[in-house]
């Protein structure tokens, strides 16, 4: 049996312990969790895949016709049901039909998660069934990671770094932000293929490294989320680069964070990176088994507050197939640590229409306390 029909069985189990009689995956980080099978096609081309799962019997996957051929050899999944744009009522009359099948006493979805086209379908055409929230059952499976997976997540570990070594190479004065981005792509590209066989096993996994990176300098660093344009770095500049959006390796996605200056750092902006890293390394010395999620986004509040800084919303997220999961590293969030949770937990200050500081790591939580997934030095850092 594999790691996938596992986790199906045991989705099975917590289904019967809260009488829910099918279950409803449209996310496909969700569906790729049970069944092992992703692909290219999704909501936002109007062609959803979708997974459903009863309390007792076999799993089925509803996917359009063009990604079937990869459905069939990726999963163990026997049922693939295909459809096609405009013909015999697409994915919506095969999902009629099996959740006809299974009964509609008690049906589960990720409330959060589920597309509003598949939403609005069911709200229409099965307007006795009993909608549940499934997400929990789903989430509390996926917070703690096996020996196996946390392995993979240290190779998407070993590709974060790569990018940024890549990146340091290039960072200099006058070199577009651009060809930042691209010496990343390339460093990680590389780094990623060195850990995938050319044999059958691995043809479904790409090793390149795609979406738009997070990359900002100069007073940009103030808005986060800026990704790579044409301007040119300049002396005295920090540039910042968020790894988080584009470290996605067999569909583990980390999170990641390094900032640097180029030629020259004011005071001003080093000991605002200094007091970045010490509230994110106050977040990482609470991490152990029955600490709470809230007490470590605390200890970072702390060091934030005593340095005369404003507080942010939180230090860290649950990571693993998706970019967020649970728990949250915040306020309120009263979720134990776990052996085997993976976290991204992040360190961070703007300074309003000056700059940003910003720094982070994803850790694995340990018996003892964490361990690095993303091995690498964080002391401030002057390239020229």
């Not at 509003?116 to 917070?143: H, I």
């Not at 964070?257 to 605002?272: C, G, I, P």
């Amino acid at each position: 049996m594999s790691t996938f029909e596992d986790r199906a069985v045991e989705l099975q189990r917590r289904m019967a312990d809260e009488h829910v009689d099918v279950m409803l995956l449209s996310d496909p980080d969700s569906i790729y969790y049970v069944s092992g099978y992703w692909g290219y096609l999704g909501v936002e081309f109007g062609r959803p895949t979708l997974l459903v799962v009863p309390q007792a019997g076999d799993c089925a996957i509803i996917t359009p016709l063009m990604e079937s051929g990869m459905a069939s050899n990726m999963t163990w999944i026997q049922d693939i049901r295909k459809w096609e744009d405009g013909i015999d009522g697409e994915w919506m009359s095969l999902l009629s039909e099996l959740l006809s099948q299974y009964g509609q006493t008690s049906v589960a979805i990720e409330r959060l998660r589920i597309p509003a086209l598949v939403s609005e379908f069911l709200r229409s055409e099965f307007a006795s069934a009993k909608f549940v929230d499934g997400s929990r059952m789903l989430g509390e499976m996926r917070m703690i990671k096996s020996p196996d997976e946390i392995a993979v997540m240290r190779q998407a570990g070993q590709v974060a770094v790569a990018m940024t070594q890549a990146a340091e190479q290039v960072i200099a004065v006058g070199v577009p932000e651009y060809e930042v981005a691209l010496a990343v792509i390339a460093g990680g590209t590389r780094k990623a293929a060195e850990f995938l066989s050319p044999g059958d096993e691995d043809r479904f996994v790409s090793p390149t490294i795609h979406n738009l990176q997070v990359l900002q300098s100069g007073h940009d660093t103030c808005f986060v989320h800026r990704r790579s344009s044409v301007r040119r770095l300049e002396h005295g500049d920090p540039i910042y680069l968020c790894y988080c959006g584009i470290t996605n390796f067999k569909q583990y996605k980390l999170g990641f964070d390094r900032e640097y200056f180029v030629a020259e750092v004011s005071d001003e902006q080093a000991r605002a990176y200094e007091v970045t890293i010490n509230a994110q390394l106050a977040a990482l010395g609470t991490m152990r088994p029955g600490v709470t999620a809230e007490q470590v986004h605390l200890a970072a509040e702390v060091v934030y507050r005593d340095a005369g800084f404003e507080v942010g919303y939180r230090t860290g997220r649950a990571i693993g197939y998706s970019f967020l999961e649970q728990p949250e590293l915040k306020r309120g969030d009263q979720t134990c640590l776990q052996t085997g949770m993976t976290f991204a937990v992040d360190g961070g200050i703007t300074v309003d229409g000056q700059y940003g500081t910003r720094v982070g790591d994803s850790v694995v939580v340990t018996d003892t306390g964490f361990e690095y997934l993303t091995p690498y030095p964080k002391e401030l850092r002057v390239l020229s």
